[in-house]
Nanobody
Framework: QVQLVESGGGLVQPGGSLRLSCAASGSTFSINAMGWYRQAPGQERELVASITGGGGTNYADSVKGRFTISRDSAKNTVYLQMNSLKPEDTAVYYC????????????????WGQGTQVTVSS
């Protein structure tokens, strides 16, 4: 089994910054892509940013120029640097991993983190 452990959420004032981290561990795997989604109360979960195993990135239009996704392949960790935060960025942020798990045989699998709250408020 694979576990995703998130950290870095919290309360920040508008215009502030936060960095989220998500570390994948457990079974032997390779990363096809990892990303961050968010879900605000009463709204559907939406993609914020993703990064492929080859390093390609994708961002929601609402966060382009403010958020940056990056990874540390040696640590199987993905980061989301969030700058110029706005109240509308308030949501629970979820880490997502699209992996190939090798044991007992190569199998594509998707995993979710437990979620971390980000609140942007003065």
């Amino acid at each position: 089994q694979v576990q995703l452990v998130e950290s870095g959420g919290g309360l920040v004032q508008p215009g502030g910054s936060l960095r989220l981290s998500c570390a994948a561990s457990g079974s032997t795997f390779s990363i096809n892509a990892m990303g961050w989604y968010r879900q605000a109360p009463g709204q559907e979960r939406e993609l914020v940013a993703s990064i492929t195993g080859g390093g390609g990135t994708n961002y929601a239009d609402s966060v382009k120029g403010r958020f940056t996704i990056s990874r540390d392949s040696a640590k199987n960790t993905v980061y989301l640097q969030m700058n110029s935060l706005k109240p509308e960025d308030t949501a629970v942020y979820y880490c997502n991993a699209d992996l190939t798990v090798f044991l007992p045989k190569p199998t594509a699998a998707e995993y979710w983190g437990q979620g971390t709250q980000v609140t942007v408020s003065s």
